[in-house]
């Protein structure tokens, strides 16, 4: 079975950039037609995709994130990462990895608090 792990700082001054890594483990993230994705729910509100990391290494973003977000991979540790630059405490949130199929995230990360307060 397919588990994810996020990882990283709790919390991150505002101006600074927040980097997660999504350990993944039982199955490959380079696997044919899935992608790697972050998603983050901010307190109160619901679900806002940020963006994915296909197989073949193509990636996906928000449109109202794209200017701040990069996400990447390490297929030695089978892992992958996002990095927003330039928060806010607009950007505290539940950040969640997950594996991502044609119709959607399949399989989801416990998620993981991330608070931008000085």
């Known amino acids: 079975q397919v588990q994810l792990q996020e990882s990283g700082p709790g919390l991150v001054k505002p101006s600074q950039t927040l980097s997660l890594t999504c350990t993944v483990s039982?199955?490959?993230?380079?696997?044919?037609?899935?992608?790697c994705g972050w998603i983050r729910q901010p307190p109160g509100k619901g679900l806002e995709w940020m963006g994915a990391?296909?197989?073949?290494?193509?990636?996906y973003y928000s449109p109202s994130l794209k200017s701040r977000t990069s996400i990447s991979r390490d297929t030695s540790k089978n892992q992958f990462s996002l990095q927003l630059t330039s928060v806010t405490p607009e950007d505290t949130a539940v950040y969640y990895c997950?594996?991502?199929?044609?119709?959607?995230?399949?399989?989801w990360g416990q998620g993981t608090q991330v608070t931008v307060s000085s």
């Open positions: 997950a594996r991502v199929n044609r119709v959607g995230a399949d399989y």
């Open positions: 039982g199955g490959s993230i380079t696997t044919s037609y899935y992608a």
């Open positions: 990391l296909a197989y073949d290494g193509s990636t």
